[in-house]
């Protein structure tokens, strides 16, 4: 089935199946709900490749009593995932994900369809009992939209090729050795007076650049000449927008 192909201001990925995945491989924590108790987890989870989110929880603990008594129950567990721009803006909520799932034991055979990545995360979670969440639905709001993600999507899907670095490079740009934001090749007449300006987001195929006012924001995408998957096609990228003479003070 192909992903969904909606594309927003917030420089989310086009597809909300990549843009699922992307939210809940790279943020550091989330909240487990099972039932009517929840509990936030901080680097206690990993993503497997079929999208399956492996939990990192003492069985001997509330929550991990609660796992237990969850196990195999189909939708027995929601785990809440928000992603945020990683600068200094007014409005950083940018997406929030819902899993519901199935939980279980972590199955030790699991492992052999993990790539070097997925194992270096997992052996990095806490030593305590491993569980698996089996996603049965996937939902995701980004600003103003809201809605079902298909499942087989999301369990093809991969997060975005820049997603685990987008912070460094977001930073790099208003940094002391960075361009600015000010020399980015800004589309004419397009900022508005009197606004700052931020950069928001990064993914595979441009770069999002906010114009915050008072009264709020509004954001310009600012497309690369081609997609990009490494850090060295990024940098090229990114050096070509703050290149043009076109930028706008």
């Given amino acids: 089935m192909a992903p969904q192909a909606s594309r927003t201001s917030d420089g989310v990925p086009a597809s909300d199946a990549v843009a699922a995945r992307s939210v809940v491989a790279l943020s550091s924590s989330l909240l487990l709900r099972t039932g009517e108790t929840a509990s936030e987890l901080v680097a206690a989870h990993a993503v497997l490749p079929d999208g399956s989110v492996a939990l990192a929880v003492d069985a001997m603990t509330p929550i991990g009593g609660q796992l237990v008594a969850a196990r195999g129950r189909p939708g027995g567990v929601r785990?809440?995932?928000?992603?945020?721009?990683?600068?200094?803006?007014?409005?950083?909520v940018r997406a929030r994900l819902t899993?519901?799932?199935?939980?279980r034991a972590l199955d030790p055979a699991a492992l052999d369809d993990c790539d070097a990545t997925t194992i270096a995360a997992l052996l990095d979670l806490p030593p305590v009992a491993l569980w698996a969440v089996e996603p049965v639905g996937v939902h995701l709001e980004r600003?103003?939209?809201a809605g079902d993600v298909s499942l087989p999507a999301y369990r093809a899907a991969q997060p975005d090729p820049v997603a685990a670095v987008e912070a460094t490079y977001l930073h790099q740009l208003v940094g002391p050795d960075g361009p600015g934001v000010e020399r980015l090749s800004l589309p004419v007449g397009w900022r508005p007076p009197h606004a700052r300006l931020a950069a928001v987001a990064i993914d595979a195929d441009g770069l999002t650049v906010r114009a915050e006012r008072r009264q709020g924001h509004h954001d310009v995408r600012l497309p690369f000449t081609s997609r990009v998957t490494t850090e060295d096609e990024l940098a090229r990228e990114l050096a070509l927008l703050a290149s043009t003479d076109t930028a706008q003070a």
């Fill in 79 to 92: 785990l809440h995932v928000t992603s945020v721009v990683p600068v200094r803006v007014r409005c950083r």
């Fill in 143 to 145: 600003h103003s939209a």
């Fill in 99 to 103: 899993v519901t799932g199935t939980v």
